[in-house]
């Protein structure tokens, strides 16, 4: 079992950056993939990051390529998500996700409660 707990989400304007961190709790931290998924009102959960177990290797999707940086501390077992140049269409609740599966995709076993991003034009 592993507990999430996300921060730093927020109201930023257009062009800004926000840092979101995930804490976690539970079994060994470094035992998982981790990632970020968000929701926008009227949506579908998307996926938007996520990182190897050891950090060393990230993949994002397209609407966040170069902008945003997933990194991982395993010594104190937290991800975080730096988020620069921000649009209005990135409005959503942010959620922290953690798993194993990543055939065919990142399936994660847990998941935060999220925190909200929302940025004005």
Excluded: H
């Amino acid at each position: 079992q592993v507990q999430l707990v996300e921060s730093g989400g927020g109201l930023v304007q257009a062009g800004g950056s926000l840092r979101l961190s995930c804490a976690a709790s539970g079994r060994t931290f470094r035992d998982y993939r981790m990632g970020w998924f968000r929701q926008a009102p009227g949506k579908e959960r998307e996926y938007v990051a996520r990182i190897s177990r050891s950090g060393g290797l990230s993949y994002y999707a397209d609407s966040v390529k170069g902008r945003f940086t997933i990194s991982r501390d395993n010594a104190k077992n937290t991800v975080y998500l730096q988020m620069n140049n921000l649009k209005p269409e990135d409005t959503a609740v942010y959620y922290c996700a953690a798993g194993f599966a990543v055939i065919p995709s990142f399936s994660p076993d847990y998941w935060g409660q999220g925190t909200q991003v929302t940025v004005s034009s």
